[in-house]
């Protein structure tokens, strides 16, 4: 095989493949937009690629997504008001016959530190030749038990609540001292399946249809909120 005939092959096989990556990404925006996330948040494909939250958020739900064919539904990003006109972020809901179960993402690299009752954990990052930077979030535990006080509130109290929250296959969690003060399941992403049919063998309540089509309706509206609330949300967070 002479250089010319080797680089046509080349050519061809570079055409191929810009052709394959082409299809492939406008199969999948099309599937995507398809979906409860999409239709809940209108957020572009494009965009849920190139932003960890909501790409933490999606994988979630694409795990789960199956539970909708029997009948349960999904929320996303709901801003559930709190206190002095100030809201707090769910990431995602899901409202089954089994109970209201309540998902905080977190899509991080890296190590993870913390304890049950500080209110400050830290991701660790390698940013090479020896070195590492240290960033501090919230106690997702913490945080989720907030979510759910407040969705109580809404919903009058009637229903069993699940906390999970769930980080990223790509981090590490090293030191996470628990006491079992709270209920809340902290897992990686690939358990999530697991820790849900767990959940749902020894839950001891029940919710019809009716009712999950009732506390769908009263909670979609905080899923979509204006710009306005949004902001004010954002801004609150950084005087904390």
Known sequence: MNGTEILYLMTFGIII???SSIWFYFYNKKQYEKTSYYKIT?????????DLGRKGEYSIFKILKDYELTGAKFLFNLYIPTYNNKTTEID???????????FESKN???????????????????VGYGFSKKEHFFNPIMQNEYHIKYLNKILDG???????????????????TRKQKSEAQLIYRYELVKAI???????????????????YNRLYPYSQVDESVKFQHISNLKFK
């Open 17 to 19: 493949f810009i052709i």
């Open 42 to 50: 209108q957020v572009p494909y494009w965009i849920m690629l190139h």
């Open 92 to 102: 995602v809901v899901m409202i089954c016959s089994n109970g209201i179960f309540v």
């Open 108 to 126: 991080y690299i890296g190590w993870i530190f913390g304890t049950e009752t500080q209110k400050k954990w830290t991701q660790t990052l390698h």
């Open 158 to 176: 009637k229903y069993p609540f699940y906390s999970i929250i769930v980080f990223s296959d790509k981090c590490e969690m090293k030191s996470i």
């Open 197 to 215: 049919k767990n959940t749902m063998l020894y839950a001891t309540s029940t919710i019809s249809n009716e009712s999950i089509d009732e506390i």
